[in-house]
């Protein structure tokens, strides 16, 4: 793969906020600028996040899916959210760790699985017996 520019952090930061809640603008913005769906925010002392980092502590699953449709790269707190509940076992019995890891914001594992409503209970569950 080709190396290319660094995409401005100004856009980087604008991708990250908006990815919390405005689908149409997230659809615009990728359609613009393609690579943004893995670009990474610090919000300062390493609190790292992505376009679907905000998506899944928000509850937008509207949002998360259509990023990795896209090419987001799933994680623990993403599939959490979405209540993918054989991702979030397997993913913490490869890496028991993972369980007690907290997300973007210092927001925990739980908390991402609560914001995925109804279709994440299997996870909140799962998390709960742990």
């Known amino acids: 793969m080709e190396k290319q520019p660094a995409i401005q ?3 980087v930061q604008a991708f990250v ?7 149409n ?9 393609p690579m943004l769906v893995n670009a990474a925010w610090d919000w300062g002392g390493g609190d790292w996040e992505t376009g679907l980092g905000g998506a899944a502590h928000m509850g937008r699953r509207d949002i998360a899916l259509y990023l990795l449709d896209h090419g ?3 994680d623990i707190f993403a ?3 979405l209540g ?7 993913i913490i019995g490869a890496a028991p760790s993972t369980r007690s890891l907290y ?17 994440a209970e299997a996870v909140v569950e799962y998390l709960q017996e742990l």
């Open 103 to 119: 997300g973007p914001h210092g927001i925990p594992l739980l908390a991402h699985a609560q914001a995925g409503g109804k279709q």
């Open 79 to 81: 599939a959490a959210m």
């Open 72 to 74: 987001a790269r799933m």
């Open 9 to 11: 952090s100004a856009l």
């Open 17 to 23: 906020v908006t990815a919390h809640g405005d689908l």
């Open 84 to 90: 993918y509940v054989e991702v979030v076992k397997a």
């Open 25 to 33: 603008r997230v659809v615009d913005m990728l359609e613009q600028e």
